[in-house]
Structure formats: structure tokens, C-alpha cells
T-cell receptor
Framework: NAGVTQTPKFQVLKTGQSMTLQCAQDMNHNSMYWYRQDPGMGLRLIYYSASEGTTDKGEVPNGYNVSRLNKREFSLRLESAAPSQTSVYFC??????????????FGPGTRLTVT | GESVGLHLPTLSVQEGDNSIINCAYSNSASDYFIWYKQESGKGPQFIIDIRSNMDKRQGQRVTVLLNKTVKHLSLQIAATQPGDSAVYFCAEKARAQKLVFGQGTRLTINP
């Protein structure tokens, strides 16, 4: 099992450019998440998908869009990148049971710089 | 509101000593807490979790304590090793399936 994979690992964009961050998991998890991590800070939730076909906003959704392409894949799109979006982006997945609990497994991250 | 904070941003311990990392949370309705370890350049890695109906849970060399009265969570690492050097985050499950992460504590091990 590869777990959670993310592409690309690094990316530099100019202000106004767009890009899509890709995430895939092979653990048959039903829920997937996108976080951003800024220096010296914890992770902040951007968007999540509780199950295939559903997406919901997290704490910091402005400037981002997501697509839950299928059960395995959850992409994050920046339509018009801004320097404030310079960050490390982590994708995570979990299996949510009827009790509503589930450990989240994280990918290795995408380091994005917007100039 | 929902927020998770840490008492100390950095912690330095001697190799072989026990480490205690603390975390405060503000949402008394939170029912699930997780500790994650993040090594440099990597994604967070699950260490241990605890539900709100428990006060203590033990894993391999790690123990999590939950004090709901004062809304405090701690992670104890026994016999700290160089490989324990990392940033440790506590996270709190708030609404639905959202986790709220704390700022993190950097643990450094002195030889």
C-alpha cells in the first residue's frame, strides 16, 4: 500500500496562475481532507469530503476549490494563486465509522511558493 | 469557540528522560483527541488517540492523559530517544469530522 500520495512535491507559481494539487489514497477510505500548514503553525482545514460525491468547506476555503473525483482521488485547485497561498499543503484520508471516529492518514505534502 | 493550544512551543529533554507535552482545548463538547508527530519534511503521523469517555490511554512508550475538568491533554513519552525529535500536535475533533489542530510543540533531544 502506498497510503496517501500527493503530486507534485514542489511547485512555484506566479501570482494569478492556476494549478491543481492531486491526492490519491489506496486504503479504501471514505473521507478525504485538504489542509494547509504555514511556518510555525498547526494544520488548518481547507476542504473535506466526508464521502464520495460530497464536499464541505473547512476553516480556510477562500481561494480554493476541490473535486472528489472518485473514492480514491481528491484534488485541490487554486484558480488564481496569491502570495498568501504560499504554504505546505497536506492531503489526508480516514475511514469514518458509525461512531464518527477515524484516524487520519497524511500524505507527504506539496510545498507551494507563489511569487 | 473551538481552539486548541499548547502551553510550550519548544521542549528540550535529555535522552533517556521522560517527555511531557501539554495541550489545552476550549471546546468542552469535543469527544475525540489525537496526538500526531511530524518529522521535518514529512506529513503528520498518528501516535495515539483518546475518546472523551476515557482519562488515560497507553501505547508503546506513549501515554495520553485527558483531564476534562480543566480541558487539558498531555502526551507522555517514556525513555525519550533521538528518533522522538519532531513537532508534536494535538488535535481535537469538533463538529462533524473536522479536526482542529494546535500550534505544535518542537521536541528536541539532548545527547
Amino acid at each position: 500500500n502506498a497510503g496517501v500520495t500527493q503530486t507534485p512535491k514542489f511547485q512555484v507559481l506566479k501570482t494569478g496562475q492556476s494549478m491543481t494539487l492531486q491526492c490519491a489514497q489506496d486504503m479504501n477510505h471514505n473521507s478525504m481532507y485538504w489542509y494547509r500548514q504555514d511556518p510555525g503553525m498547526g494544520l488548518r482545514l481547507i476542504y473535506y469530503s466526508a464521502s464520495e460525491g460530497t464536499t464541505d468547506k473547512g476553516e480556510v476555503p477562500n481561494g480554493y476549490n476541490v473535486s472528489r473525483l472518485n473514492k480514491r482521488e481528491f484534488s485541490l485547485r487554486l484558480e488564481s494563486a496569491a502570495p498568501s497561498q504560499t504554504s505546505v499543503y497536506f492531503c489526508a484520508s480516514s475511514f469514518i465509522t458509525g461512531q464518527g471516529l477515524g484516524e487520519q492518514y497524511f500524505g507527504p505534502g506539496t510545498r507551494l511558493t507563489v511569487t | 469557540g473551538e481552539s486548541v493550544g499548547l502551553h510550550l512551543p519548544t521542549l528540550s529533554v535529555q535522552e533517556g528522560d521522560n517527555s511531557i507535552i501539554n495541550c489545552a482545548y476550549s471546546n468542552s463538547a469535543s469527544d475525540y483527541f489525537i496526538w500526531y508527530k511530524q518529522e521535518s519534511g514529512k506529513g503528520p503521523q498518528f501516535i495515539i488517540d483518546i475518546r472523551s469517555n476515557m482519562d488515560k490511554r497507553q501505547g508503546q512508550r506513549v501515554t495520553v492523559l485527558l483531564n476534562k475538568t480543566v480541558k487539558h491533554l498531555s502526551l507522555q513519552i517514556a525513555a525519550t530517544q533521538p528518533g522522538d525529535s519532531a513537532v508534536y500536535f494535538c488535535a481535537e475533533k469538533a463538529r462533524a469530522q473536522k479536526l482542529v489542530f494546535g500550534q505544535g510543540t518542537r521536541l528536541t533531544i539532548n545527547p
